[in-house]
């Protein structure tokens, strides 16, 4: 759907209510890298909750879809050379005389709602592939764990203590660290055998 609304620049604009940059025939083309569409900003507040952007998308029928949706495509050979190309990256950075006193994620999934009997097949996070038939895919995952900067983190997750069941010991091989959230260590046991 194009935009076919003025934009208002100097004065409030009542009939404007959506924008399109390009289309999927006739995308725009960018020649060098950058940012195409950037929001940049500050806050000092104290209390409450800041966001530089917030979208909410409510069905009332029976479509469906996404609030947002990131697609990166590869055309090109030797994609990411010296880099890394990704649908979407989220961080969060502590900085030099911050500290956090509550809750920081880079990314935070929340399933949830009223609903006392939803259907379907639902999660906080669905990790799916999306490949061809016919490849080999030796060097994918699910889900690929990596310490980017010097500093490591050691713990595999951070998991509620119920969900750690006491079970009969076996033989392992190897061993893999989980921490409960009160700070219990626990291994999930591992065989190559």
């Known amino acids: 759907m194009a935009n076919s609304k003025a934009i208002g620049v100097a004065y409030a604009d009542p009939s404007f209510d959506s924008v399109q940059v390009g289309t999927s025939a006739a995308p725009i083309s960018l020649t060098s890298a950058g940012v195409l569409n950037g929001s940049y900003a500050t806050t000092s507040a104290t209390s409450g909750d800041t966001r530089l952007s917030y979208q909410k998308l409510t069905f009332t029928s029976t479509g469906s879809g996404e609030t947002l949706r990131a697609f990166s495509v590869v055309t090109g050979a030797g994609g990411a050379t010296a880099g890394t190309i990704n649908g979407a990256h989220v961080s969060l950075s502590i ?28 999660a906080a996070i669905q990790a799916d592939s999306d490949f061809a038939s016919g490849g080999t895919w030796t060097n994918a995952s699910f889900i690929r764990f990596t310490n980017s900067g010097t500093g490591t983190v050691a713990n595999l997750f951070n998991v509620p203590a119920a969900m750690v069941e006491l079970k009969g010991s076996a033989a392992l091989s190897h061993k893999i660290k989980i921490v409960a959230s009160n700070g219990t260590p626990y291994y999930i046991m591992v065989s190559d055998a």
């Open 95 to 122: 900085n030099g005389s911050g500290t956090i006193s509550g809750a920081g994620n880079a990314l935070r999934a929340t399933l949830g709602g009223s609903s006392t009997n939803p259907g379907g097949t639902i």
